[in-house]
């Protein structure tokens, strides 16, 4: 299986080194305004990873024009991840007041390789005075929160790769998606498609299952080309809804995205 950490960018946006990340300087703060420098952003999440006894295997950085936005992906491990999925810290910020400063962590499937990844916890901090004081302290939090939930995931997929369903079911699941919010009904026709014949064998290795069905749902959510950049923040929420609901089909009751936005 494929496991570099690769983040599709759309709309002028472009990838970008760790290196070249750290080269790109922040504006002069104002009375009311403190944009955090990307490098420093990353280092603070690297910092608090090690801490923790984790370590970044792959990461994959990429930012819009003149650098106004960046976004970035990190696969991390503890030294007892599975095969099919990783842990992942996703992170954003800007320098031009777009955005505030935020960081998601949950996991992402190794085969679709398509940025769908379900956040646990998810942390916005606007670019305020205190921002570089209050940053550290923020995703400390955030990260603590993850090794406490980090054998939750496979729980969840392992309940989710014993569920047999058939396609009936897998309608019954894509229309509660459609009606969470998780993908337009539009969508609806290339998920039972891909529920019935993956892209990826992977998921038909224990025959149609609850994991064939999110990894169905999380490949048509896709970024496709003329897609946002800034739009990708938004695929941990949505295929957080999407967990919900494959959740419930399972039994299970893991808990609901955790976020904090700070001013």
């Known amino acids: 299986m494929n496991k570099n950490c690769n983040l599709i960018l759309h709309c002028g946006a472009r990838s970008i080194t760790r290196d070249q990340l750290n080269a790109i300087e922040a504006p002069a703060p104002t009375s009311t305004w403190n944009p955090v420098p990307y490098g420093r952003l990353v280092g603070e999440v690297e910092r608090?990873?090690?801490?923790?006894?984790?370590?970044?295997?792959?990461?994959?950085?990429?930012?819009?024009?003149?650098?106004?936005?960046?976004?970035?992906?990190?696969?991390?491990?503890?030294?007892?991840?599975p095969d099919d999925y990783a842990v992942v810290v996703g992170i954003r910020g800007?320098?031009?007041?777009?955005?505030?400063?935020g960081v998601a962590v949950g996991s992402a499937v190794f085969a679709c390789d398509n940025l769908a990844f379900s956040a646990e916890i998810v942390i916005h901090r606007k670019n305020t005075v205190n921002v570089l004081k209050d940053l550290p302290v923020l995703i400390d939090t955030a990260m603590g929160k993850l090794m406490t939930r980090w054998g939750d995931q496979q729980v969840r997929i392992d309940a989710y790769k014993a569920r047999q369903i058939d396609e009936e079911q897998a309608l019954v699941m894509a229309y509660r998606g459609y009606k969470a919010g998780v993908f337009p009904w539009a969508k609806g026709a290339d998920i039972l498609c891909e529920f019935e014949k993956p892209s990826h064998p992977e998921f038909?290795?224990?025959?149609?299952?609850?994991?064939?069905?999110?990894?169905?749902?999380?490949?048509?959510?896709?970024?496709?080309?003329?897609?946002?950049?800034?739009?990708?923040?938004?695929l941990p929420a949505r295929t957080g809804r999407l967990h919900k609901i494959c959740d419930d089909w399972v039994g299970l009751n893991i808990g609901t995205v955790e976020e904090a936005v700070l001013n």
């Open 94 to 101: 800007s320098i031009d007041k777009s955005l505030s400063e």
């Open 48 to 81: 608090s990873l090690a801490a923790s006894n984790l370590r970044v295997v792959n990461q994959a950085y990429g930012v819009t024009s003149e650098n106004a936005r960046m976004f970035g992906l990190l696969h991390v491990a503890n030294g007892t991840n």
């Open 204 to 234: 038909l290795v224990n025959g149609h299952t609850v994991w064939t069905f999110f990894n169905a749902v999380t490949e048509a959510l896709k970024p496709r080309e003329g897609s946002k950049a800034s739009g990708l923040w938004t």
